[in-house]
């Protein structure tokens, strides 16, 4: 008899805990993954995947608008539905939450919809009761949305609840300013929601390059959304009308409809037993990894949002693939976390790879960086007044192109590509060496003088 109930029993099956566990079954693991909520995870059922459904919704409104200057004759009273939109958006949510299930099933693992904790080095127990032992347990709980303490805070919602909304809020509030805070206020100021993003200092998504940060703030701001920059809630109230009367500091009280909270991702370590089996923390509650997943107990792993490395779901699908690779498949393999690209689907998106010319500059002290700024074509014809910005940073002494950095129309598309060029290590004539594809938007990215 089996020494175990299972090889590998892994706690949530989102990105990462999908990925270690179908593969780990490949391997002829004898995999068992418990999940309290839905199979996908947030990716697929409350971050990106309906989140950039929503971003394909909003710039409709664009479209539209701009179509009439390529000769469509749009009526003037098309509207916007949103509970069809929503709708819609739920329905593939339910396809890919069916799709994973299967995905899993297909694999031979088992699923098991309950929440699981954590009770030994080689035993969980679910909500039931019931003990179960495996010689190595996988925790892949990712995280949740952080909510800012003061009174009233309850009356907001998250990102979680934004896919859900009965109705289009004429007027939201959103706190924080990374990437939900952005994404969101560019989905429903598209909608035609008065959007006022609340910010605790002047800078909107840190950790991106000031050049293609200050390109989106302006254009935002063009497209009418309102910035509050230092400024804190106090609290919230609310009115016998439903309406939400939000106090910053040093501002007029403001009303709205709906206050979001983006204000960062806390990992999902808490009530899972890790403390009591030992397993060590960070200071953020995050899990202590090693470089092959491994917490300080020894047939304890984890991956994904809840180690927070970095909160990307390309990132926990990886460590997923890796501990799988190496615990089941013989063969070690570590995840390289340099030149990651990310993006912002914000209204234009953002996309980057590398270094910012400010990391470049401390780190190498000699950079050489080039710029385009232009109007995309499509953009020209329909009078919209709105420029991308495409940005290289260079090694000034090798001529290494050590971060990209754009903003505009498909940007994330665009960089996907360029992103193999840098990881690769390839040079600035490199670039100029490839001929240019015309008329696209990416050249611009071979023509950099
Ligand atoms: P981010 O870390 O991107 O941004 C958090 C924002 O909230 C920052 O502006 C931060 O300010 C502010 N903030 C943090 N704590 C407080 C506080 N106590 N009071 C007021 N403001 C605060 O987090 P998000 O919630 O937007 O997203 C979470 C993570 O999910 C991201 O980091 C990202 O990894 C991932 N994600 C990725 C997406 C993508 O790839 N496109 C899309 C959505 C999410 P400050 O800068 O001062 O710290």
């Known amino acids: 008899m089996a020494e175990y109930d299972y090889d590998l029993f892994v706690i949530g099956a989102g990105s990462g805990g999908v990925r270690a566990s179908r593969v780990s079954s490949a391997y002829g693991a004898r995999v068992a993954v418990a999940e309290e909520y839905r199979v ?18 909003a710039h409709f409104a664009e479209d539209l608008k701009d179509a009439k200057r390529f000769g469509w004759q749009v009526p003037i009273d098309c509207a916007f539905d949103w509970a069809t939109l929503r709708d819609n958006v739920l329905a593939d949510v339910d396809r890919l939450n069916g799709l994973y299930t299967q ?32 010689k190595y347990i996988l925790v892949a709980t990712g995280a949740h949305p952080h909510i800012p303490e003061f009174p009233g805070n309850e009356h907001g919602i998250t990102s979680n609840e934004a896919f859900h909304l009965e109705s289009l809020p004429r007027r939201i ?47 935002s701001l063009t497209k009418g959304i309102d910035f509050r920059f230092h400024a804190e809630f106090e609290k919230i109230e609310k009115l016998e009308n ?27 370590s808490t009530g899972l037993g890790l403390e009591e089996a030992g397993v060590e923390l960070d200071a953020k509650g995050a899990i202590k990894v090693d470089a092959q997943n491994r917490t300080n107990v020894d047939s304890i792993y984890a991956v994904g949002d809840v180690t927070n490395r970095i909160q990307l779901t390309p990132i926990a699908i990886r460590e997923g693939q890796a501990f799988a690779d190496t615990i089941f498949g013989g063969k070690p393999k570590t995840v390289d976390y340099g030149n990651v690209p990310s993006a912002v689907f914000s209204h234009p998106p953002i996309a980057a790879v590398g270094m910012t010319e400010g990391e470049a500059r401390n780190k190498l002290g000699s950079v050489k960086v080039y710029t385009s700024d232009f109007r995309a074509m499509k953009n020209v014809l329909a009078n919209r007044n709105e420029r991308a910005l495409y940005k290289m ?50 050249e611009e990215l071979v023509l950099l003088k």
């Open 40 to 57: 996908g995870g947030t990716c697929v059922i409350r971050g990106c995947v309906p989140k950039k459904l929503l971003v394909y919704g």
């Open 242 to 268: 439903g309406c939400l009367k939000v106090f910053l500091t040093g501002q007029e009280p403001v009303e709205v409809d709906v206050v979001l909270f983006a204000t960062g991702r806390v990992p999902n």
């Open 103 to 134: 995905g899993l099933e297909n694999a031979g693992a088992e699923i098991i919809l309950e929440r699981a904790t954590v009770t030994g080095p080689h035993e969980v127990t679910l909500a039931s009761g019931k003990k179960i032992t495996s």
């Open 173 to 219: 509030m959103i706190a924080g300013g990374g990437y939900i805070a952005n994404e969101f206020a560019g989905i429903f100021n598209e909608f035609g929601s008065h959007v006022i993003v609340v910010n605790r200092t002047d800078v909107i998504l840190r950790g991106y390059d000031h050049s293609v940060r200050d390109r989106l703030l302006q254009i």
């Open 393 to 442: 940073v260079c090694d000034g002494m090798t001529g290494r192109v050590v971060g990209i950095h754009m903003i505009g129309p498909d940007a994330p598309e665009i960089l996907q590509a360029a992103a193999v060029a840098v990881k690769a290590g390839l040079t600035k004539e490199a670039f100029d060496d490839t001929v240019a594809l015309h008329p696209s938007m990416a």
